[in-house]
């Protein structure tokens, strides 16, 4: 059984950072790319950034480029994004998810290709 798990979600002030994790089990998971992907109240879920399989490759939504920064350890089948700058506008419930297009395409109107999805961890930014 595929479990997705987010975890590193808080509350914080404007200009503060956070570090999310995700980790990954019952797949393979240097055999996926891996996104991150966010929903604010209201408001529809939109792609925050994609790695490659490797790591060889990442991608930003333009309003987190520059801020936020994606990694992963395939040693360790985890996934990270380090937030910088935070702003109040960052506030949503963020979700890892796992895609079998390895390297990230179409991963920002492309959601269903993501095949496995966490819960998601709350970010609250402060103004």
């Known amino acids: 059984q595929v479990q997705v798990v987010e975890s590193g979600g808080g509350l914080v002030q404007a200009g503060g950072s956070l570090r999310l994790s995700c980790t990954t089990s019952?797949?393979?998971?240097?055999?996926?790319?891996m996104g991150w992907f966010r929903q604010a109240q209201w408001k529809e879920r939109e792609g925050v950034s994609c790695?490659?399989?490797?790591?060889?490759?990442?991608y930003y939504a333009d309003s987190v480029k520059g801020r936020f920064t994606i990694s992963r350890d395939n040693t360790k089948n985890t996934l990270h994004l380090q937030m910088n700058n935070l702003q109040p506008e960052d506030t949503a419930m963020y979700y890892c998810?796992?895609?079998?297009?390895?390297?990230?395409?179409?991963?920002?109107?492309?959601?269903?290709?993501?095949?496995?999805w966490g819960h998601g961890t709350q970010v609250t930014v402060s103004s």
């Open positions: 790695i490659t399989w490797s790591g060889s490759a990442t």
């Open positions: 998810a796992a895609s079998p297009n390895v390297y990230c395409g179409g991963w920002l109107t492309g959601a269903s290709d993501f095949a496995h």
């Open positions: 019952g797949l393979t998971f240097d055999d996926y790319a």
